[in-house]
Structure formats: structure tokens, C-alpha cells
Nanobody
Framework: QVQLVESGGGLVQPGGSLRLSCAAS????????MGWYRQAPGKQRELAAI???????NYLDSVKGRFTISRDNAKNAVNLQMNSLKPEDTAIYYC??????????????WGQGTQVTVSS
């Protein structure tokens, strides 16, 4: 069982930066991947960034070069550093933690979401 707590959202001007964190508690030894999704009003949820347990990462094309996903081992957390923010980055950001269990079954856990607003 995993519980996720997100933090770091807020209001920022275009060109500014924010750092999101998602801290996990519980049984996370079987972690397979950690990702950040986002959902803007009236739009479907999309994967912004993901980091796998082997360290490989993937990013949404529109955030490449601006966002960096990383793991904070000391805090059992996954972070998303967001630089050069644009208004189109405005969304609720959700952390997702994927665990592998027996038979290759995957269990997914979601954070509560944190609002990121990029506006002048």
C-alpha cells in the first residue's frame, strides 16, 4: 500500500520556475516507474514526464528542455523541476507511482493533484 503527497504547486509568471515534489510512504520497494501527469480544464490527462527505476526518462515533447524529472532518494520522492514555464503548462499535476507485483501485475497509485498556474 502506497500513499502519495504532492506539493510545490502555485502561481508563477511566464518564464518562471516551480519545483513539484511527490513524497511516497508505504511499501515502495517494488517501484517500477514514477511519473507526472497533468490535466488542463477541458482537456484529457497527459503524461508530462516519467522516470523508470533504471533511471531512464521520457518527456512530453512540449516540455523537453524545460522540465526535469528526478528522484530524491533521501525523501522517497519524485520531483519535477519546471523551468521557463508557459501559460500552456497551466494544469493540475498528478504524481503516479507504479509498482510491479507478482505475475507482472502493476499497481498504480495517484497523488491528490497540485495546481500549477502560469499567468501574468
Amino acid at each position: 500500500q502506497v500513499q502519495l503527497v504532492e506539493s510545490g504547486g502555485g502561481l508563477v509568471q511566464p518564464g518562471g520556475s516551480l519545483r513539484l515534489s511527490c513524497a511516497a510512504s508505504g511499501s515502495i520497494s517494488s517501484t517500477y516507474a514514477m511519473g507526472w501527469y497533468r490535466q488542463a480544464p477541458g482537456k484529457q490527462r497527459e503524461l508530462a514526464a516519467i522516470i523508470f527505476i533504471d533511471g531512464n526518462t521520457n518527456y512530453l515533447d512540449s516540455v523537453k528542455g524545460r522540465f526535469t524529472i528526478s528522484r530524491d532518494n533521501a525523501k522517497n520522492a519524485v520531483n519535477l523541476q519546471m523551468n521557463s514555464l508557459k501559460p500552456e503548462d497551466t494544469a493540475i499535476y498528478y504524481c503516479k507511482w507504479t509498482l510491479l507485483v507478482r505475475n507482472g501485475e502493476r499497481h498504480e497509485y495517484w497523488g491528490q493533484g497540485t495546481q500549477v498556474t502560469v499567468s501574468s
